[in-house]
């Protein structure tokens, strides 16, 4: 069974500063995806950016980028230029590659942006 | 394209009731899957279908069940409601199969149950 742990519960940053967010999986799957999803007030979760194991390059997604080291198990989250409205609380999550679209979700980190 | 839309958006019960929720997947997508979130247990997985078949299920009591049509479209029901059950339902859809198991949820469905 794979494991999702972000050990921090809560952090906060101010408008336009960066914040890197952390998050360590366990697993024994070589092949696999992991993934940011943040989730407003609204309580609708988005996709934030997505990493293929096999994929060497870390992901980028204009403000948002990872770190993923594979061989420590860890998958950061670094956000610039921090917004208001990056305010969330953020998820990282697991799937495996084989098998079916199941997602394995860590507790959360509410990141809190102020002015 | 649509996201994915869950109806109702809001649900009151009592103990002992049954509901059901219904999902509507992003057009071409033939994977969804149900989660529940609550404070205490985070977000847990509850099963997933693919073209008309359960593919996965989490560790939830017979009490949950769901099921797919033919347009993708899910339900999942709740039998005898208990106060725990109460928490926001999420569905989620994808393709269903590597590389595109990228999962895209709609806005939930909050149930309470009384």
């Known amino acids: 069974a794979q494991t999702v742990t972000q050990s921090q519960p809560e952090m906060s940053v101010q408008e336009a500063e960066t914040v890197t967010l952390s998050c360590t999986y366990d697993?024994?799957?070589?092949?696999?995806?992991l993934f940011w999803y943040k989730q407003p007030p609204s309580r609708q979760m988005i996709l934030v950016i997505r990493?293929?194991?096999?994929?060497?390059q870390n992901a980028t997604e204009n403000r948002f980028s990872v770190n993923f080291q594979k061989a420590a198990k860890s998958f950061s989250l670094k956000i610039s230029d921090s917004q208001l409205g990056d305010t969330a609380m953020y998820f990282c999550a697991f799937m495996k590659q084989s098998g079916y679209s199941t997602l394995t979700f860590g507790k959360g980190t509410m990141l809190l942006v102020s002015p | 394209k649509a996201g994915v839309t869950q109806t109702p958006r809001y649900l009151i019960k009592t103990r002992g009731q049954q509901v059901t929720l219904s999902c509507s997947p992003i057009s071409g997508h033939r994977s969804v899957s149900w989660y529940q979130q609550t404070p205490g247990q985070g977000l847990q997985f509850l099963f997933e279908?693919?073209?008309?078949?359960?593919?996965n299920k989490g560790n939830f009591p017979g009490r949950f069940s769901g099921r797919q049509f033919s347009n993708s479209r899910s339900e999942m029901n709740v039998s005898t409601l208990e106060l725990g059950d109460s928490a926001l339902y999420l569905c989620?859809?994808?393709?269903?199969?590597?590389?595109?198991?990228?999962?895209?949820f709609g806005p939930g469905t909050r149930l309470t149950v009384l």
């Open positions: 989620a859809s994808s393709q269903g199969r590597p590389p595109l198991h990228t999962q895209y």
């Open positions: 697993t024994s799957e070589s092949n696999y995806y």
């Open positions: 279908y693919f073209s008309e078949t359960q593919r």
């Open positions: 990493q293929e194991a096999y994929k060497q």
